[in-house]
């Protein structure tokens, strides 16, 4: 039986997972869906955001559909996020933007970088440790240009080589991986590669990054679309996978009944290509389309439908096409 871990998480994650979770029991109602309960609100609680039996239980779903997480700007507090990512050895991150004459898939590497973990707080100093390895890059290289196979296009990679020495030698590896893959490829600065694809984004394909420098790009580029609410992501491995919406908890909006669900719908779509169902994350696309199309929309993209409405018009469509 397939086991599919639900992490809700923290502020809107309470309302946006539930929401494609019974999606997901729609289209297969032969899951075993089961919680996981990690993040701020757990801390709150108990004192301790993700214990070691979370992360067991974790490693023992097929996929794992994940909210959203708060995480506060204290210095001793550890990212639940940060701290799932390495458990898991979740090292790709995949972030798709797609619109009207546009298809990009944003491939951040996903543990180390700026977010290794390995920081220090003195008096009158804090340093962050950038960790940039050799096989932390080749893999995600590997991983993107899997991408490109897959779309047939071409690779772009990000990078601050002009003043990062760890920049360089992750441009350096990527460019040797693509020229032994055969894929046609092209670099950018970061900061040139974020306003070229808001007034390009047909010209980009698959883009390779490092881990705060594809966070940022991700989240840019979500203007493209209609913002956060509308932009999933894949978290993968070589033996796990996790599925989230771009968006943080939002905790200005949480329990209002405005937030925007259509991201962990598409999460869940993701979820499902992963697993081989191809043809179930194409209905819930195409059942999202039909949604907005209708004029049923959240406030963020002109609307005033809450989220509980809109998914009642998504699982609406589902069902009839069952």
């Not at 996020?81 to 619109?99: E, Q, S, W, Y």
């Not at 003195?122 to 390895?133: C, P, S």
């Not at 169902?277 to 809450?306: P, Q, W, Y």
């Amino acid at each position: 039986m397939t086991r599919i871990a639900i992490v809700e998480g923290d502020g809107i994650g309470h309302e946006v997972i539930p929401v494609a979770q019974k999606v997901l029991f729609l289209l297969h109602p032969d899951y075993d869906f089961f919680p996981v309960e990690v993040g701020y609100g757990r801390w709150e609680q108990t004192g301790c955001p993700c214990k070691d039996n979370d992360i067991s239980a974790l490693k023992t779903a097929d996929a794992v559909l994940f909210g959203a997480i708060t995480t506060p700007p204290m210095k001793d507090y550890q990212s639940v996020v940060l701290r799932i990512r390495k458990a898991l050895d979740l090292f790709a991150n995949l972030r798709p933007i797609r619109g009207d004459g546009f298809d990009i898939m944003i491939v951040r590497e996903n543990t180390e970088g700026l977010y290794s973990g390995i920081e220090e707080i003195e008096q009158d100093r804090a340093t962050t440790l950038r960790v940039v390895t050799r096989r932390g890059t080749e893999r995600i290289a590997r991983a993107a240009l899997r991408c490109v196979h897959q779309r047939k296009g071409k690779l772009t990679i990000g990078h601050k080589a002009n003043v990062l020495k760890s920049d360089v030698f992750f441009r350096d590896i990527c460019i040797a991986e693509a020229k032994k893959a055969g894929i046609v490829y092209n670099d950018k600065f970061i900061d040139a590669l974020s306003l070229d694809i808001l007034q390009h984004p047909e010209a980009y394909d698959v883009i390779v990054t490092t881990n705060i420098f594809g966070d940022i790009l991700s989240d840019v580029s979500s203007y493209l679309v209609g913002g956060l609410g509308l932009v999933p992501s894949a978290n993968i491995g070589d033996r796990y996978a996790l599925f989230e919406p771009v968006h943080g908890s939002a905790p200005d909006i949480a329990g209002k009944n405005i937030a925007n669900p259509v991201a962990a719908l598409r999460s869940a779509a993701m979820l499902l290509e992963y697993l081989g169902d191809n043809e179930g994350a194409g209905r819930i696309e195409s059942a999202i389309t039909k949604v907005l199309a209708s004029g049923i929309r959240t406030r963020d993209i002109g609307g005033s439908a809450g989220t509980m409405e809109f998914g009642e018009a998504i699982t609406g469509i589902l069902g009839k096409q069952g």
